[in-house]
């Protein structure tokens, strides 16, 4: 298991310098930008979202995540099913259990609903909710961006994310308690923290989370040091993925973040990826370049990007390959 160096003191001593935006608020669109250009990440509130809606979708989640792992085995699967420790198929390792699904607009006949909830209609229309609720506050959000950025049409990001076709993914992530005795052995460099989920950035356009009180995430800030994101149940957490940082012209930061174990409390994270649809093509949106030579990247589809994605681990710098 992988050891990490010890979380930066800032957010111990209770200063958190993460944006907290206000999205009722039609002003917000200037601190919305300024978060992504200089964080890649900020914190919503007044948000619009049921906290029944989230509550609702939580209790099912840890009614799954409490079954016996035969069960949960059962519905292992790749790209969507569940997981436990194995991250994607390219070595990545994790003290995390989780359950990927499809969140597609049209939800249809491949949307993956496992058939073992207690109640399965009650957590499919809880997901249905919740995303259609979540989705619109993407959108509320991505077209304020635009805004902020002096863009038009004001639909020109909001509308990649809610086209029918759209490729979007709904992940429920559980981390359980770590035991101490596993923190305790081998230390390489002065730390006791074991990896939840290691460092990475999103592919997608933008990442919506929502966790339970149980902190662990961190984003990893433009000198390099990583801080902890303090958790709010109420609130929900944005970043920016690879997509918005190359329809931005690297603008817009993809943040890097991880997630650390927690050694007393199991922390429920639910993650709205919200993708273009796989034919989207992604390259730096004119109106912020002058010229194409401006372009800091190659055009690519959603599709190849996201293959290429999957083949790769997941701290590696994705968009290498299609920097100009
Ligand atoms: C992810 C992720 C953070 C969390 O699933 O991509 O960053 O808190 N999750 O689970
Ligand atoms: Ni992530």
């Known amino acids: 298991m992988a050891l990490l160096s010890k979380p930066n003191e800032k ?16 002003e917000s669109k200037h601190a919305l930008v300024k978060a992504c250009a200089d964080f890649g990440f ?13 509550s609702v979708l939580e209790h099912e989640a840890v009614e799954f995540f409490s079954l016996p792992a ?11 099913g569940y997981g436990n420790r194995e991250i994607g198929r390219n070595g990545d390792v994790g003290w ?20 073992l909830f207690n109640n399965p209609e009650t957590f499919r229309n809880a997901l249905l909710e919740y995303t259609t609720s979540v989705r619109k506050m993407t959108s509320h959000v991505l077209e304020m961006i635009t805004d902020g950025l002096g863009i038009e049409p004001r639909n020109t990001l909001s509308k990649l994310v809610s086209d029918k076709n759209t490729d979007s993914i709904f992940r429920l992530n559980h981390y359980p308690p770590c035991p101490h005795h596993i923190n305790t052995n081998t230390n390489t460099n002065g730390g006791n923290n074991v990896i939840g989920f290691g460092e990475h950035t999103d592919p997608q356009i933008i990442s919506v989370l929502r966790s339970n009180n149980t902190s662990g995430l961190q984003i990893n800030l433009a000198d390099g040091s ?19 940082q190359v329809l931005t012209n690297g603008k817009f930061k993809s943040v890097k973040h991880r997630v650390l174990a927690n050694s007393r ?18 390259a730096p949106l004119s109106c912020l370049t002058d ?19 999957y083949h790769s681990r997941l701290s590696d710098n994705r968009l290498q390959p299609f920097e100009r």
Do not use: C
């Not at 035969?70 to 969507?80: E, H, I, L, M, R």
């Not at 902890?228 to 997509?243: A, K, R, W």
């Open 11 to 26: 957010t111990e001593s209770g200063f958190s310098p993460i944006p907290v935006i206000d999205i009722s608020d039609p």
């Open 42 to 54: 900020f914190m919503v509130i007044n948000h619009g979202v049921s906290s029944e809606l989230v």
């Open 265 to 282: 409390k199991s922390r429920v994270s639910m993650i709205y990826f919200a993708g273009p649809s796989l034919t989207q093509r992604i």
């Open 70 to 80: 035969s069960d949960k085995t059962q519905v292992a699967g790749y790209p969507f």
């Open 291 to 309: 010229n194409e030579d401006e372009s800091l990247y190659k055009e690519f589809t959603w599709s190849e990007y996201k293959n290429y994605a």
């Open 226 to 244: 990583w801080i902890s994101v303090p958790s709010d149940p109420s609130s929900f957490f944005f970043n920016v993925g690879d997509s918005l």
């Open 96 to 115: 995390v259990e989780y359950l990927l699904m499809n969140a597609n607009l049209d939800f249809g006949s491949h949307s993956f609903f496992p058939g």
